[in-house]
């Protein structure tokens, strides 16, 4: 009998127990940072979808070849963009919302980021036979010239206005004008295919500037009073580099590695073999996004409420595994699936890369949000400590093994870069506690 009323007594808990979830991820859901989160994620999801529908596209009208040097073009454009930008996106989070003069300072950060960006385009296609010897062919072509100084600006610009949507709170947005922009993309891409590398690259241009200026007029309709213009005021900028000089050595060095992989693949694996790193890696820049969309939103909610980081961490950290879970299995279960739409050389080649790289963002997502911490406090000795020992794993470790066992040894050596790190960061930060 007192077996039996034991038995009774876990029966009658269970509903209880599975009504407490319940109702701590409703908790959950209704928290300003996964709203916002939420907002940026769906952007991401559904221009993930457009984003496959893009890379289906080419991988079928043009050859791997011509889709591994488009993505060294598109990376190495992106690190010049980030570096154009002196991390004043950064510091536009941080200081937009208590500014006194908004146009001013989101001016000043356009413009900014757009002078850099043509200053260091120049100085990068004059030294490419250096640092990037399989793309020496774009300063044999004025027009290859042009498209690549304008991808680098355009996407240079439009970065600090993803930060603004995300200060003013209009992800939804967002979404509108990447939706725009993807969409212009593809539909570009076909019409333009006949014309080979230059008609991927074309139709990236085009989609970018499309995207900017249409949004842009949106912007002024939607926000009161919002009439940037193109002019850096002094006040600002040095206000903007009191701050942002360590969040630029620290972005650098963070997000220098993801925009490198895909050259170095290139150089030393050859075009096709960038083609395959390329879709893998694209499919695997989702999930990145998803972590970078809490981990932006908790930089945002921490900085307004500094003394309540620790809270907002562990929330931040519980919504994101709660996102990643799914995600994370599905691609270990299908993965060869998925790449089989692109072709079946991509499902072969692809694959493993992928699972590897899915694996990598459970450590990464607790990772990037013990950076954002340093990021709040200010404390920019560690993240930048943090962001180098993870360039040099991610880019000494993966280039090493890629060399002796081929692109799966980019994602090892990710991999075993993030769990040590967060075996080390875990010791001291512990949000749970």
Known sequence: MRGESTEATRINHRPALLRHLIGKVRELLKEPIFISAFNLMTNGGITAVLGFLFIIVITRLFLPSDVGIYSAIISAAGLLALFSRFGFDIGLIRFLPSSRDPNGFVGTCQ??????????????????????????????????VVMFVVLTAATAVLYIQHNYYIVMRLTRQLIFRDVLRDAI?????????????????????????????????????TVPGYRPR?????????????????????????????????????????????????????????????????????FAAGSQSVEETRRIALRSLKIAYLILAPIVACILLFAPNLLGMFGGEYSVNSSDLLMVLAVCTIPMAFNDLYANTKRIKNEMRLLILYNLTMAVGILG??????????????????????????IVISRKWKPWS
């Not at 593809?186 to 900017?212: D, E, H, M, N, T």
């Open 397 to 422: 470790l993966g280039t090493m093994l890629m060399s002796q066992i081929g692109i799966i040894g980019v994602g090892i050596g990710f991999l075993l870069t993030e769990v040590f790190l967060t």
């Open 111 to 144: 413009s900014t980021a757009l002078v850099g960006s043509l200053a260091l385009s120049i100085v990068f296609l004059s030294g490419m036979s250096i640092w990037a010897p399989s793309l020496s062919f774009i300063t044999d072509d004025l027009a290859f």
């Open 230 to 298: 193109l002019a850096i005021k002094g006040d600002i900028a040095r206000s903007l580099a009191k701050y942002s000089a360590n969040n630029y050595v620290a972005g650098m060095i963070g997000s220098a590695p993801y925009l490198l992989l895909p050259i170095l693949v290139v150089n030393i694996q050859g075009a096709e073999q960038g083609a395959y790193f390329f879709v893998a890696w694209s499919i695997a820049t989702v999930i990145f996004i998803a972590i970078d969309a809490i981990s932006t939103s908790f």
């Open 185 to 221: 993309k593809i539909s570009s891409v076909v019409l333009l295919a006949p014309l080979g590398l230059s008609g991927i690259l074309g139709a990236s241009v085009a989609a970018l500037i499309a995207s900017f200026i249409i949004a842009n007029m949106f912007l002024r309709r």
